[in-house]
């Protein structure tokens, strides 16, 4: 099992390796590195490092094997399989009555769908490359016979305003700009006869490995939340920016599974772990 990753309430992190090296990064920067031989390392906000005593002021920590077996998901396949588990047990119900069912996620699409989601919005926003977020949305609606969508969210922070309309006939915070800007968008994109929808075809995919939850938003990015990066995630990183940099928006992104092969689908197939 690889690193796993631990936001506590107070806001710190907690770092714990296999090896059994834990780093505890506190939310004012200071940040201490336990070891088995008990020393513990301090670095301050500056950067200094000093070897400090545990007199039960600093930070308590469990040790991994502790945290490990308390985990409710031992390993990605399980936390894989009660994720798109939960998903099908809670959307169900309307499947059955022939309802479309869709969500949006900044990422993981390739598990919604396999939850059950007939269509998967991807969003557009967080500093993330689109080129990338179309390449994991529409690789994975494209091998799982699904549709897809994106939706334009925010760029780096953002604020929600909720604003009900009481008299109908005000409209809260939307003004005429705003309703003169859906009118464009609906004349000149979804009903445009020249707009040619779904046309661009990817000509490349990168498969990644199996059940890999990884966000994929940064080099260290959490896996399923749960974990840090492990040894997979700088080889995949690379591969990543190689391919959309050779393909960009031509450049679908799917997972290994024996479901959905990838084999005659695309004129070149990049594999997470290949050298060449």
Do not use: C
Not at 255 to 269: A, F, L, M
């Amino acid at each position: 099992m690889g690193q796993i990753f631990i936001e506590a309430p107070d806001g710190a992190v907690i770092f714990y390796h296999p090896n059994g090296v834990i780093f505890v990064i506190l939310s004012n920067g200071t940040s201490f590195k336990y070891e088995l031989n008990g020393t513990i390392t301090m670095q301050d906000l500056s950067g200094e490092l000093s070897i400090v005593e545990n007199n039960g002021s600093l930070p308590q920590v469990e040790s991994y094997e502790t945290v490990l077996n308390a985990r409710p998901f031992q390993n990605y396949e399980e936390t894989a399989e009660r994720f798109t588990g939960h998903i099908q047990s809670t959307i169900e119900w309307m499947s059955n009555q022939s309802i479309t069912v869709f969500t949006s996620d900044y990422g993981l699409y390739w598990f919604n769908y396999l939850g059950g989601y007939d269509v998967v919005f991807a969003q557009f926003g967080w500093n993330h490359t689109t080129a990338q977020d179309i390449a994991l949305v529409r690789g994975a609606a494209n091998l799982q016979g699904k549709s897809w969508g994106a939706i334009i969210t925010w760029k780096y922070t953002y604020v929600v305003l909720f604003n009900y309309a009481e008299d109908m006939g005000a409209y809260g915070t939307l003004s005429d700009d705003h309703f003169e800007a859906l009118e464009r968008f609906w004349n000149e994109l979804v009903q445009n006869s020249e707009v040619v929808h779904g046309g661009i075809d990817a000509e490349a995919v990168l498969v990644l490995p199996s059940n890999y939850g990884w966000g994929m938003r940064r080099p260290d990015d959490t896996i399923w939340g749960l974990w840090g990066a492990d040894e997979k995630s700088p080889q995949i990183w690379a591969q990543l920016q190689d391919s959309l940099e050779a393909h960009g928006l031509l450049l679908d992104i799917v997972h290994e599974d024996p479901q959905y092969p990838v084999t005659g689908k695309y004129n070149q197939i990049y594999y997470w772990n290949q050298t060449d």
